[in-house]
């Protein structure tokens, strides 16, 4: 597997929270993958690893303004479709850091589509709030 360019030490992703359902979805907002992320309604762990690991790999943090000082948060929501495909993709929490917030965007587009959703999983949907962290 190829490291994201420019990947700075302080910087990573972590699911903040899933939703599921049909047309609108539910959802949850937590601060910690596994705490309040809700696995007791998606306990398939394997899938999110998946998830992580191939936005991980298609954020590119080098995008990002050279700039940027700090460490910076933006929260990005989206939802995964039975077959993998990403819909509804926005920005839920902007980070104030334009470059930042399409680095973001650009990660999911770029890693998509993702594996089907798990076949015991019986919602049309999967919702993701995923935290992008930059530090610098």
């Avoid at 047309?23 to 999110?48: K, R, V």
């Avoid at 000082?69 to 839920?92: A, C, M, N, P, W």
């Amino acid at each position: 597997a190829e490291e994201a360019d420019g990947a700075a030490g302080g910087s990573g992703l972590r699911i903040g929270g899933i939703g599921e359902g049909e047309g609108g979805g539910g959802g949850i907002f937590g601060s910690e993958y596994g705490d309040q992320i809700g696995l007791s309604t998606f306990p398939y762990t394997y899938y999110l690893q998946i998830l992580t690991d191939k936005i991980s790999a298609a954020w590119f943090t080098s995008l990002v303004d050279p700039g940027v000082r700090g460490t910076h948060t933006v929260t990005v929501y989206f939802k995964i479709q039975r077959d993998g495909r990403v819909s509804d993709l926005k920005v839920e929490e902007a980070s104030e850091i334009r470059s930042l917030d399409l680095s973001a965007l650009r990660a999911i587009t770029t890693a998509a589509p993702f594996p089907p959703l798990p076949e015991e999983y019986d919602q049309d949907f999967l919702g993701i709030h995923l935290i992008f962290e930059h530090s610098k």
